[in-house]
């Protein structure tokens, strides 16, 4: 059975920062593109970041590049985002989900549960 | 705003059949797959359509996507109080580089 667990959130004050973590189980972890989306209170789905298989390519949401880093370690099966001069518009749960390849015909056939990360003084 | 635009709500009563739709542009709908999810409430989503028109295992078959042009629907026939929840679709941008959402559509069963 595919598990998708995120740990790591919680919550932080403006300008700081938060490691997400992802443990992955039931499936070939290195095989597969792995994704960050994140849902505000009350709002939509937004996507925002990708990583390839090797970790050797990466695609932001133009609202976090340069303050979040998406990385992966395939021998641990965990996928983690590093959170940086976060803002109030940060605050959201963040889901961690299987695949989001470019152009895949079927993204996001799994999904974790979420963790909210609140950003707030 | 989102890249992709959904009607923000939908309503049907038991039985009916109810369609959602989803507009984006040559980026992203006109030139890669629609997918859609379900996310009931306080849940994480769940894929229900895949590749415009392909359902995952397990996903009824009142549950049926299409997609033309720069445009695409997903259409839910006999309608069940269960189906209440929000539905998304997503897509690749080509133009942006990444994974793209309608605003959602939050569906009420009468």
């Known amino acids: 059975e595919v598990q998708l667990v995120e740990s790591g959130g919680g919550l932080v004050q403006p300008g700081g920062s938060l490691r997400l973590s992802c443990a992955a189980s039931?499936?070939?972890?290195?095989?597969?593109?792995m994704t960050w989306v994140r849902q505000a209170p009350g709002k939509g789905l937004e996507w925002v970041a990708n990583?390839?298989?090797?970790?050797?390519?990466?695609y932001y949401v133009d609202s976090v590049k340069g303050r979040f880093t998406i990385s992966r370690d395939n021998a641990k099966s965990s996928l983690y985002l590093q959170m940086n001069s976060l803002t109030a518009e940060d605050t959201a749960v963040y889901y961690c989900?299987?695949?989001?390849?470019?152009?895949?015909?079927?993204?996001?056939?799994?999904w974790g549960q979420g963790t909210l990360v609140t950003v707030s003084s | 705003q989102s890249v992709l635009t959904q009607p923000p709500s939908a309503s049907g009563t038991p039985g009916q059949r109810v369609t959602i739709s989803c507009s984006g542009s040559?980026?992203?709908?006109?030139?890669?797959?629609v997918n859609w999810y379900q996310q009931l409430p306080g849940t994480a989503p769940k894929a229900l359509i895949h590749?415009?028109?392909q359902r995952p295992s397990g996903v009824p078959d009142r549950f049926s996507g299409s997609k033309s042009g720069t445009s695409a629907s997903l259409a839910i026939s006999g309608l069940q109080s269960e189906d209440e929840a929000d539905y998304y679709c997503?897509?690749?941008?080509?133009?942006?580089?990444?994974?793209?959402f309608g605003g959602g559509t939050k569906l009420t069963v009468l």
């Open positions: 990583i390839r298989l090797d970790g050797s390519e990466k």
């Open positions: 039931g499936f070939t972890f290195i095989s597969y593109w």
């Open positions: 590749s415009n028109n």
């Open positions: 040559s980026s992203n709908i006109g030139s890669n797959s």
């Open positions: 997503a897509a690749w941008d080509d133009s942006l580089s990444g994974w793209v």
């Open positions: 989900a299987r695949g989001g390849a470019p152009r895949s015909s079927s993204p996001f056939p799994y």
